[in-house]
C-alpha cells in the first residue's frame, strides 16, 4: 500500500490508484480485508476500486486524506479507530477520521 494514493473517497466507494500494475496486483488480493477495514473506519460499507494512474503527490508530505463519519456511527467510530487495522490504513494515507459536521 506503500505505492498508492486515494484517487478520491465518495460515500460508498474509494478510488485508490497505483503508478504500477505490479503494486496494484498485489493489492488487489488483500482487498476484502481492505473493504472490511474501510467499512469499519467509516461505520458503513465501502466498495474499493483499484485504478492505475499517475503517481499522485507524497500523502505523506502534506495533503490529508479524510473520512467522514456519519453521527449515527460515533460510538462504532470510537471502537474502530482503535482496531489496528484501521490504524494501518489510516496510517498509510496519512488519514484521519471525522465526524460530519
Excluded: Y
Excluded at 17 to 46: H, K, N, W, Y
Amino acid at each position: 500500500m506503500e505505492r498508492a494514493h486515494l484517487k478520491s473517497a465518495a460515500a460508498s466507494e474509494w478510488v485508490i490508484g497505483f503508478a504500477d500494475a505490479f503494486a496494484m496486483s498485489s493489492v488487489q488480493r488483500s482487498q476484502a480485508f481492505l473493504e472490511e477495514t474501510a467499512a469499519a473506519a467509516a461505520g458503513r460499507p465501502i466498495k474499493i476500486r483499484f485504478i492505475q494512474s499517475v503517481l499522485a503527490p507524497d500523502r505523506r508530505e502534506g495533503n490529508d486524506a479524510t473520512v467522514v463519519v456519519l453521527p449515527l456511527a460515533e460510538e462504532k467510530t470510537r471502537a474502530a479507530v482503535q482496531d489496528v487495522r484501521v490504524q494501518k490504513v489510516l496510517d498509510v494515507f496519512k488519514g484521519r477520521v471525522r465526524n460530519e459536521d
